[in-house]
């Protein structure tokens, strides 16, 4: 135990962000698009699968879709969903549809950093209680 003693927990070093975990829903040969604004956006974690349309065949012959999941830091997602709504205005086949569910919990400080996109170079602040404090107090 008294290897623990100066032991500080990773939250009250650095700042935690939330994140959301995004689902884009998109035409056939669309998720590149997206997958290059999830780059632009720093989401840490990209999954690409592909899939049918719930429309009968008698209607369309097989709508094929490509869904994109996404991890997104919840302070990027008002940048995300504007590009987003400009891609899907720039014509009929770049429509879509996404949405976002947020993250309660993570298990493990690594996982964390990796799906937040923490950098390496990010300065720990204070921790809670020691700010203002001098020495000699």
């Not at 879509?96 to 937040?116: E, H, N, Q, R, W």
Request: charged content about 25%; proline content about 5%.
């Amino acid at each position: 135990m008294s290897e623990n003693k100066n032991f500080v927990p990773y939250e009250e070093t650095h700042r935690l962000r939330p994140l959301l975990f995004v689902t884009t829903i998109v035409g056939e040969g669309q998720s590149d698009a997206i997958v290059n604004l999830n780059r632009e956006q720093e989401c840490s974690l990209c999954l690409v699968l592909r899939g049918k349309g719930t429309a009968p065949v008698e209607i369309v012959n097989s709508v094929k879709k490509e869904i994109v999941f996404s991890i997104l830091r919840a302070d990027r997602w008002p940048a995300y969903k504007m590009k987003l709504s400009q891609r899907f205005n720039v014509s009929k086949v770049a429509k879509g549809i996404a949405f976002s569910t947020p993250l309660d919990a993570v298990a493990g400080v690594s996982i964390y950093k990796m799906l937040s996109n923490t950098r390496l170079f990010e300065k720990p602040i204070a921790p809670a209680g020691k700010k203002g404090k001098k020495k000699d107090e």
